[in-house]
């Protein structure tokens, strides 16, 4: 990907493009930093913020029409927030060689078939644990905030993959704490401690399941409720250090656990969960 912008980027050309991945991994800062590097004539929109079909054709159409002696490029953010309908618009003007659109989006499949084969397509791939884990400490040298190790690793567990998550929450736990440590970011961003679900992970891999009834009792008192704890118990296994034929049975039943329930999740979807996991 990288490559092929920087080759466009050098040449002043480009085509329809569609960004996709999950939230906070470059796709929009990608787009940006693209067309501000080919032409000073380009637009924002973010569709979930614009989702009427008129006003969308119509601020498409304003842009077309402006007089320009470079490039115009479209940027359109959260494309898949569009109903069909509205994104069948969109692709009448991807027809003209006069704008380029660049288009992000979390899902590909709620992309209408032929916007998608108007446009080259790049996947964006969650960004990794451990480059999460430098941008943060390059920050903390560069701002001269205080930090530790485990800090630092407490912001990357918050994020789940997303930088974005991870800089908000590095700001929140200065601004609150001044410091960055394993307890004020776990406080401050309201997660149970990093050392508690890994208890509740080595419980479950001991089978013993009156104690983690105990634990899930103390997660309950401390505020979370079941899909917290469950997302939470999700994340851990990911990085905890366990056999990896264990470790995928676990994220799999974890997994259909977390499309099947709703917010309304019970003690009792929550506990069935455990004893799947326990056998």
Known sequence: IINYLKVSSKKGEISNMIFFGESGNGKTVTAECLMKEITNDYFILNAYDDRNQNSFKKVISSFAKKKTNGKKIFLIDEIDSLIDSTQAVLSQFMESDDIKFILTCNRLDNIIETVQN?????????????????????????????????????????????????????????????????????????IPELSLLQILVDT?????????????????????????????????????????????????????????LSSLCTDLQLYYLFITLIE
């Open 118 to 190: 108007k446009s080259i397509i790049y996947r964006f791939d969650n960004i990794k644990e451990e480059e999460i884990y430098s941008y943060l400490q390059l920050l903390c040298i560069k701002e001269d905030i205080l930090y530790d190790k485990d800090g630092l690793e407490a912001l990357v567990f918050s994020a789940n993959g997303d930088l974005r998550i991870a800089i908000n929450n590095l700001n929140i736990t200065y601004y609150g704490y001044k410091q960055i440590t394993n307890t004020n970011v776990f406080k401050i961003c309201n």
């Open 204 to 260: 479950l891999l001991k089978k013993d399941l009156e104690k983690v009834m105990i634990l899930t009792n103390r997660f309950s008192k401390m505020g979370y409720n079941q899909i917290d704890i469950i997302t939470y118990l999700f994340a851990i296994v990911n990085i905890y250090d366990m056999d990896e034929k264990i470790r995928i049975d676990f994220l799999s039943k974890i997994n259909k656990s977390l499309y099947r």
